[in-house]
């Protein structure tokens, strides 16, 4: 099972419907009009039985889901980076032992590796996933690594 906070269109739903035919995927998606978009994709994919989109914003969304007893395999975060870490607790109740989180764009176009490149108006996202990615290499129910991958994927395995 697996859950991704952030459709958009949803090419990476498709994407990991794709590389496992097993996977149940559960996606949220805040933007109505790409939520709608998203589910016409999947329908025409034929995997509206596999894939199911949630329309709402993923910091009310995700309480839910924990207290529904959901939990998942793999939770993909793709989703606005200055709000990863709101989703990290529930995302990590959710979070089977042994699952896999991935956190994308977390490098955020190399911003959160250096100053020089930090752009005035993109401070506070900088700070925040500067934060994010130090708790997710410092906590201690996980096992972290950070790849300069395309814009930067952290991948965290729960202990």
């Not at 991704?4 to 419907?17: C, D, P, Q």
């Amino acid at each position: 099972k697996i859950l991704e906070v952030g459709s958009a269109i949803g090419y990476s739903a498709l994407r990991m419907a794709a590389a496992n035919p097993d996977a149940e995927i559960h996606t949220i998606e805040i933007n109505h009009s790409a939520a709608r978009y998203a589910v016409r994709v999947f329908e025409r994919a034929g995997l509206s039985n596999r894939i199911h989109l949630i329309e709402g914003d993923a910091n009310e969304v995700l309480p839910h889901l924990a207290a529904e007893g959901m939990t998942f395999d793999m939770i993909f975060v793709d989703a606005a980076k200055a709000q990863y870490m709101s989703f990290f607790e529930p995302c990590m109740n959710m979070l089977i032992s042994g699952g896999l989180l991935v956190s994308d764009n977390v490098l955020y176009k190399g911003m959160t590796a250096t100053d020089e490149l930090v752009l005035h108006r993109k401070r506070t996202i900088v700070k925040r996933l500067r934060d994010y990615i130090d708790m997710l290499c410092t906590h201690p129910m996980l096992n972290t690594a950070v790849l300069p991958v395309g814009d930067g994927v952290a991948l965290s395995v729960k202990k």
